[in-house]
C-alpha cells in the first residue's frame, strides 16, 4: 500500500467509527424459497406464496420467524 492510500484507509476509518460517514453499502443475500416439504410418513405439505409481505420494523429476522411460524401453523390445521 501507498503512503497516500494509506493514510485515505485509516482517515475515512476514523470518520466511519465518529460516525461522520455511513457505512458501504452491503450485498443483500439470497434466499432460498422451499415450494414443497416431504414428510417421513410419506405426505407432502406444499407451500405456497404469500399473499401479503409483513411491514418492516427495521428487524427482517423476526418478521421473517414471524413469517415461518404463520406458514408451520397454517399446515398443522
Known amino acids: 500500500m501507498t503512503i497516500k492510500r494509506k493514510f485515505k484507509s485509516k482517515f475515512k476509518l476514523a470518520l466511519r467509527r ?3 460517514l455511513c457505512k ?3 450485498k443483500t443475500a439470497s434466499r432460498i424459497r422451499i415450494s414443497k ?3 417421513p410418513d410419506g405426505t407432502v405439505t ?3 406464496k404469500l399473499t401479503e409481505q409483513p411491514l418492516y420494523n427495521g428487524n427482517t429476522f423476526e418478521s ?5 411460524k404463520e406458514i408451520h401453523k ?3 390445521k
Open 18 to 20: 465518529a460516525g461522520l
Open 24 to 26: 458501504r453499502p452491503a
Open 37 to 39: 416439504t416431504i414428510n
Open 46 to 48: 406444499k407451500h405456497d
Open 64 to 68: 421473517e420467524l414471524h413469517i415461518w
Open 74 to 76: 397454517q399446515n398443522k
